[in-house]
Nanobody
Framework: QVQLVESGGGLVQAGGSLRLSCAAS????????MGWFRQAPGKEREFVAA????????YSADSVKGRFTISRDNAKNTMYLQMNSLKPEDTAVYYC?????????????????WGQGTQVTVSS
């Protein structure tokens, strides 16, 4: 069992930056795939970024490429999402997720554990 807690969300102006963190419990963090998803009001939860067990392989949605960077620190059991050049359309609740496999994937169904989410609001 893995428990995930997101932090770092908030209100920011368009063009600004935020850094989200996802702290994971347990001693096997390095054996899990990790990912970020987001859900805007009235929309389905969508993939944002994913990272493999070592951090050596990552995927990002086209909508965030060049602006968002996913990373992890296995020694700290923590994953990060650095978000730059934020746009109003990035406004959503951001969720971190963990899956019982080492390889990164964009597929939501491949993740077994989810955090409660952190709100990101980008004003124009």
């Amino acid at each position: 069992q893995v428990q995930l807690v997101e932090s770092g969300g908030g209100l920011v102006q368009a063009g600004g930056s935020l850094r989200l963190s996802c702290a994971a419990s347990g001693r096997t963090f390095s054996s899990y795939r990790m990912g970020w998803f987001r859900q805007a009001p009235g929309k389905e939860r969508e993939f944002v970024a994913a990272i493999n067990w070592s951090g050596g392989s990552t995927y990002s949605a086209d909508s965030v490429k060049g602006r968002f960077t996913i990373s992890r620190d296995n020694a700290k059991n923590t994953m990060y999402l650095q978000m730059n050049s934020l746009k109003p359309e990035d406004t959503a609740v951001y969720y971190c997720a963990a899956g019982r496999n080492t390889q990164a994937t964009i597929l939501r169904r491949a993740y077994d554990y989810w955090g409660q989410g952190t709100q990101v609001t980008v004003s124009s």
